[in-house]
T-cell receptor, first 113, second 114 residues
Framework: GENVEQHPSTLSVQEGDSAVIKCTYS??????FPWYKQELGKGPQLIID?????GEKKDQRIAVTLNKTAKHFSLHITETQPEDSAVYFC????????????FGTGTRLLVSP | KAGVTQTPRYLIKTRGQQVTLSCSPI?????VSWYQQTPGQGLQFLFE???????NKGNFPGRFSGRQFSNSRSEMNVSTLELGDSALYLC???FGRGRQEEQFFGPGTRLTVL
């Protein structure tokens, strides 16, 4: 399959709290999982990615974890700030031979001051 | 380093017309992929071009086509526009063939079909 499911669809947190967004994928051959942040009126911006040879990757307040056995990967944002408010998309490369990037349905994150 | 640029940023067309959108990748990037983004269907892959050849195509009708030039710039064309073609069209570039490489997106072209 080529599905990427993403939850939750909306997430509201207070400034300083942590936010977690979860995704599952169905293609067992997938081995590259990027996360994108899309602000209003802009294209998606790559914020972090992970490859299947690692289980976790961290970049300042953002971390991504991958469980290949369960086909789950998650985005963790700590110490959230109002400027983190945006729509976040997970994605996975799927397919053999010809591959393509399949996106989750997006999570709208709202960080209140 | 300049990012991915797309022109025009906004476009209004009527049903039955055709439209051409342009994408200039990041300098040195040779792969360009196109995506359609709508509230109902989300981000969907249209096609990928590398070295002036279409390498992969998503599940879209033949009205959607594209091409890539020798300088890696790409255009996509939609003929016989339908109301449902209203969307944000995004292009993304990557250094290699897009096969599990980082893709960088442009700001998109907002197409409205009346």
């Amino acid at each position: 399959g080529e599905n990427v499911e993403q939850h939750p669809s909306t997430l509201s947190v207070q400034e300083g709290d942590s936010a977690v967004i979860k995704c599952t994928y169905s293609d067992s051959a997938s081995n590259y999982f990027p996360w994108y942040k899309q602000e209003l009126g802009k294209g998606p911006q790559l914020i972090i990615d992970i490859r299947s040879n690692v289980g976790e990757k961290k970049d300042q307040r953002i971390a991504v974890t991958l469980n290949k056995t369960a086909k789950h990967f998650s985005l963790h944002i700590t110490e959230t700030q109002p400027e983190d408010s945006a729509v976040y998309f997970c994605a996975a490369w799927v397919g053999t031979g010809f591959q393509k990037l399949v996106f989750g349905t997006g999570t709208r994150l709202l960080v209140s001051p | 380093k300049a990012g991915v640029t797309q022109t025009p940023r906004y476009l209004i067309k009527t049903r039955g017309q055709q439209v051409t959108l342009s994408c200039s990748p990041i300098s040195g990037h040779r792969s360009v992929s196109w995506y359609q983004q709508t509230p109902g269907q989300g981000l969907q892959f249209l096609f990928e071009y590398f070295s002036e050849t279409q390498r992969n195509k998503g599940n879209f009708p033949g009205r959607f086509s594209g091409r890539q030039f020798s300088n890696s710039r790409s255009e996509m064309n939609v003929s016989t526009l339908e109301l449902g073609d209203s969307a944000l069209y995004l292009c993304a570039s990557s250094f290699g063939r897009g096969r599990q490489e980082e893709q960088f997106f442009g700001p998109g072209t907002r197409l409205t079909v009346l």
